[in-house]
Structures are given as structure tokens and as C-alpha cells.
């Protein structure tokens, strides 16, 4: 397999000068979010761009997550219903319950959307610089040397690039539970699904400490239940497999494979629990959304620390290593000697798909960062807005999946290997976003709206981050971006009730009726 496209970044070879790109709304991250907001836009009659790291669309959606976790169906309106309609209807069946889809099919979907509106779509740019007169951003910079200037901006990647370039309040990792008088966040130590169910020894030689631990064991204090600190849930790639024998490249070994980077998984596995490949969900055309699962499977916990804030060479970095390690631990599953022989058969069954991802050898182009900054503004969404102890007045959308966290550390506790981090707590019923949780504060940044990185806490993040609801954001602050240009206003004065109204207009559900 040719794995040489799968990058991350390259840099710019040259920097090209060029004339300003000039727009009403410059969108910057080319996800769900990003492409839906820039629809939206079109539709009130702005003149749009969307600036993209990659050369795709649609974030996450169309790189492997084809299993969306949702939570309650009926909470999606707008556009976003509209997305999960065309991948109905593409598979030939409206009616049809199953919102699953194959990520070339997600991708069609958004790529028709862009070219059908005309929007203009600048690929492989990075953000170098935000130009700002006050609290305006007025142009920003890629490294390229592209330059766009706009009235409105929309930050939509997954780390807030945009946002914390414009130098807005930021928080990087879990508050402890005191910050916002939570009980979820912060340090949190579970035995639900995504720990260790059997002991295992964590260090190089067994039942010798000297000799070191094993790869992704880390040496720290153990710390206690609700303490903050700078640790994010682990990341990993949602691989789209398939046992389709015509279609399947089987698992070969990925650059620098080291299969003593598994011995923990190999020693959980001899221990008698194998369930790493437990959470493979079906899609359509016998192909599947692989996820992380159990102990030790595809999250490769404890080596996304520096992605948030890193450069984008660090980013790279983390990048390959989280491909090594995810294609890694599939072939090691698959052709490793030690592994027992059934598991080594049940996991050769599978293969990365011919007709997906062709550019980079049927492996996913997109690493699923499942949290990265998220900005600190007048409002924080916490666990009591989850929960429903606390209903905000200005909702733009609302959010229904579970309290969601990834393992966020592997520790020794006792001698033997602990994960920390997972929670899955479902909240009461959906529960509204605040528009003010999508705005920065007025004296930091006033014609700027974050969709994704917005203002939550990482617990209350950890229900709002998926994609159906980002695009639902992403409708939202478009919408809001237009009528501040119309009313000539910054986006923390706009009139809510005329959002509201435009908003349920569009068909955004607003409020949960029990």
C-alpha cells in the first residue's frame, strides 16, 4: 500500500504573493461544520469562502466516521437533517432508520453542496497570521501567503486555530470539578467498558519495576477523582474496514512497525479478555466503522498531549505516529505469531477498502481529534447544562448524546495498568446551546463566531462534540454572522429573537417538547 499521501502537512515549498481574497464571511476548517455554515451563508445572500487544511471536505464525516453518535434523532433540524436525508436517500430508502454511510458517500454529499452553491474552496492552507484593528480581525494570513480579509469570520477546524490566533481565552485539558461546581469532570477513574478487566503488568519484564514500562504506560502521580489538569481524551483514526474479499487490501505493516509496542495488548490478550475490535459497526456496502474499544485497542492514549497548541510540524508528528500505531496494531492483530491463532484468523478476515481513501491506500486521511481548544467566553456550558439543572434562554441547537470522554491516561497503580478518564453518562433529555457559548467576549474578538471549539467545559464537550450537532452550529452561526452584517452589529449585539426566528424558519429544533 502507498502511504505517502497520508499526511497531516507539508510545508509550503515557496511563498507565492497574491492578491487579497476579499469576502462578507471567510469560514475557516473545511468540516462538517465549516461546509454547512458556508451554505447557510449562501442562502442569506453572503458572498463566502471556506479555507481548508486538507484537500476534502467535511472533516470527520467523510473520513471514516460513518457510525455518527447522535443520541436522540429528533434533535436534528436544519441542514444537518438535511445531510442524514441525502445519505437516506442516496442508499435508496427515506424511510430507513440506519443513518450509517460510507465516507466517499459523505463526502459526494458535501462536495455537491459547495459546487452547486459556488463556493470558493482554497485547499491546503495553513493559518500563519490573524490581522486584527481592535477587537476586528480584518485579514488573516497562510503560510502559503494566500490572504483573506472578510467582515465576518467563522472558526470551524477541531482545534480553534483561528480563535486562539486571534488571541481569545482558551482552555486546553480537563477543569477539576470545582471550577464549575461539576461532578464528572477532572481526573475521573471508571471500570466501565474501556478499562482493564483482568491484570496486567505494566512493565517491561514483568514484576520488575527497574526494568522500565512498556510503551504507553506513562510514570505520573495518580492524582485524585475531580482534580484538573492538561490531559484531552486520547485520539485515534475511525477506520473504515471491509470483509468483502474483492474489495479488501489486506493489513501490511506501516512504516517504523514495532511490534513490541503491543506487548500490553499481546499480555491483556493472554490474560483471557480480547475485545479490541468489539465496537467494528456495520455500514453500508460490507464495509465498517471501527472504533476504539476496551483496554487497549485503537485510542492511542497519552501521545495527543501536544496537539491542541503544537505547531503544525509537532501536529505532523502526533499524526504518524497515530497512523503507525492504528494500522500497527491491526496487522500485529493479524500476523503476529504470538497473537493466538482464532484471533489472528477473525482479524485477517478484514482489510482496508479498495474504493475508499484510494489517494492514501484505504486508510482514512483525517486523525478524529476529538477535543483540542475550546474557548473560554461570558458563558460556559458545564455538566448542569447537560444534566438539565440549568436550561440557557438563547438556544442555536441543541445537544443529545451522552456525557462522552476517551481514556485520557494510562497509569500504574499497584503494580498494575490502569486507564483514567472515560466517562459515558447520558444526560436527561437534549439540552439547548447557548448562542453566547459561540461568541467570544466582546472586548477580545467581535466579528468572529467558533461553532466547535466553543465555550464548554470538557465534560459538558464531550456530549456537544459530534457531527451532527456541529453542523447544526455551524448552520447557527452563519445565520448569526448574516444578520449582524444586516443590523450592523457585532455578533455579541445581534437581536436573539431574530435569530430565533430565522432559525425555526430554517427548521433548527430549538427546544425539546417532553
Not at 449562501?42 to 471556506?50: A, D, E, S, T
Not at 500504574?412 to 461568541?439: F, H, K, L, M
Request: net charge negative; with cysteine.
Amino acid at each position: 500500500m502507498n502511504f505517502q499521501k497520508l499526511k497531516y502537512y507539508t510545508p509550503p515549498k515557496t511563498r507565492r504573493l497574491t492578491e487579497v481574497i476579499k469576502s462578507d464571511l471567510c469560514i475557516y476548517g473545511g468540516t462538517s461544520a465549516g461546509v454547512v455554515a458556508a451554505i447557510q451563508a449562501k442562502k442569506m445572500g453572503l458572498n463566502v469562502v471556506i479555507i481548508e487544511q486538507s484537500t476534502h471536505m467535511g472533516g470527520m464525516s467523510s473520513s471514516g466516521l460513518g457510525a455518527t453518535d447522535i443520541g436522540n434523532k429528533a434533535a436534528i433540524g436544519g441542514i444537518s437533517r438535511c445531510f442524514y436525508d441525502e445519505i437516506l436517500r442516496y442508499y435508496g430508502n427515506p424511510n430507513k432508520k440506519d443513518w450509517t454511510f460510507e465516507p466517499h458517500v459523505a463526502e459526494g454529499i458535501f462536495n455537491k453542496w459547495v459546487e452547486e452553491n459556488e463556493i470558493p474552496v482554497y485547499f491546503n492552507e495553513f493559518l500563519d497570521k490573524v490581522h486584527k484593528n481592535n477587537t476586528q480581525i480584518v485579514q488573516i494570513s497562510m503560510e502559503s501567503g494566500l490572504s483573506f480579509s472578510a467582515a465576518m469570520f467563522i472558526d470551524a477546524t477541531y482545534e480553534g486555530d483561528l480563535m486562539a490566533g486571534a488571541g481569545i481565552s482558551y482552555h486546553v485539558g480537563r477543569e477539576s470539578n470545582s471550577t464549575y461546581k461539576e461532578t464528572l469532570n477532572g481526573i475521573h477513574f471508571c471500570q466501565l467498558y474501556h478499562n482493564f478487566k483482568a491484570w496486567v503488568d505494566p512493565h517491561v519484564i514483568e514484576r520488575k519495576p527497574d526494568s522500565g514500562l512498556l510503551k504507553g504506560v506513562a510514570c505520573e502521580e495518580t492524582g485524585f477523582q475531580g482534580q484538573g489538569d492538561s490531559k484531552i481524551q486520547a485520539y485515534n483514526f475511525r477506520i473504515c474496514l471491509t470483509d468483502v474479499q474483492e474489495n479488501k487490501i489486506p493489513f501490511s505493516a506501516p512504516p517504523n512497525y514495532d511490534p513490541e509496542r503491543y506487548t500490553l495488548l499481546l499480555r491483556y490478550i493472554n490474560a483471557g479478555i480480547w475485545d479490541s475490535l468489539n465496537l467494528n459497526i456495520r455500514i453500508p456496502n460490507g464495509k465498517t466503522d471501527l472504533n476504539n474499544y476496551g483496554a487497549v485497542s485503537t485510542d492511542n492514549i497519552g501521545c495527543n498531549y501536544n496537539w491542541p497548541e503544537g505547531s503544525y510540524e509537532i501536529r505532523e508528528k502526533i499524526f504518524q505516529d497515530h497512523f503507525i500505531y492504528n494500522l500497527g496494531i491491526l496487522y500485529f492483530l493479524g500476523n503476529d505469531k504470538r497473537v493466538p491463532e482464532n484471533i489472528r484468523s477473525e482479524v485477517s478476515k478484514w482489510g482496508l477498502p479498495k474504493d475508499e481513501f484510494m489517494e492514501t491506500g484505504g486508510f482514512p486521511h483525517s486523525l478524529y481529534v476529538r477535543e483540542g481548544r475550546r474557548m473560554i467566553s461570558d458563558i460556559v456550558i458545564t455538566e448542569n447544562e447537560c444534566r438539565g439543572y440549568h436550561i440557557f434562554d438563547d438556544s442555536i441547537g441543541l445537544a443529545a448524546y451522552q456525557m462522552d470522554s476517551h481514556n485520557c491516561r494510562r497509569i500504574v497503580i499497584d503494580g498494575r495498568c490502569i486507564n483514567e478518564g472515560d466517562v459515558q453518562i447520558e444526560p436527561t433529555a437534549p439540552y439547548p446551546i447557548s448562542y453566547r457559548a459561540t461568541t467570544p467576549n466582546a472586548d477580545q474578538c467581535s466579528n468572529l463566531l467558533v461553532p466547535v471549539c466553543l465555550s464548554a467545559s470538557h465534560i459538558a464537550f464531550g456530549s456537544i462534540r459530534m457531527e451532527p450537532v456541529f453542523m447544526i452550529l455551524g448552520q447557527s452561526a452563519a445565520t448569526a454572522a448574516a444578520i449582524a452584517l444586516e443590523d450592523g452589529v457585532i455578533v455579541q449585539d445581534i437581536n436573539y429573537q431574530k435569530l430565533c426566528e430565522r432559525l425555526l424558519a430554517d427548521k433548527q429544533v430549538l427546544r425539546w417538547k417532553v
